[in-house]
Nanobody, 125 residues
């Protein structure tokens, strides 16, 4: 059974940065695609970024392109989301997700089989 646990969320002022981490246990994470999604109050969960198993391929939602960076350390079974130039519109619960498959550009949450519990990110203006 694959288990994911996020950390690193918090309260930050607009323009600030946060780094989220996602520790994966229970499976060889190095073979999985990992991704980040977020859900703001009253809104649907939306895709943020994804990275393939070896880190060669990444893709992002347009609204975070150039500000967020997804990465991974497969030896540590950990994924990361570096978030810079944060804006109040980035306020949400952030979830990490994993899938045994990869397809460039896939943003549907149904593609991902495993999910963490989420970590709250709040950006004040």
């Amino acid at each position: 059974q694959v288990q994911l646990r996020e950390s690193g969320g918090g309260l930050v002022q607009a323009g600030g940065s946060l780094r989220l981490s996602c520790v994966v246990s229970g499976h060889a994470f190095r073979t999985y695609t990992s991704a980040w999604f977020r859900q703001a109050p009253g809104k649907e969960r939306e895709f943020v970024a994804a990275i393939n198993y070896n880190g060669v391929y990444t893709y992002y939602e347009d609204s975070v392109q150039g500000r967020f960076t997804i990465s991974r350390d497969s030896f540590l079974n950990t994924g990361y989301l570096q978030m810079n130039s944060l804006q109040p519109g980035d306020t949400a619960v952030y979830y990490c997700a994993a899938s045994p498959n990869f397809k460039m550009g896939v943003k549907e949450s149904t593609w991902f089989d495993y999910w963490g519990q989420g970590t709250q990110v709040t950006v004040s203006s």
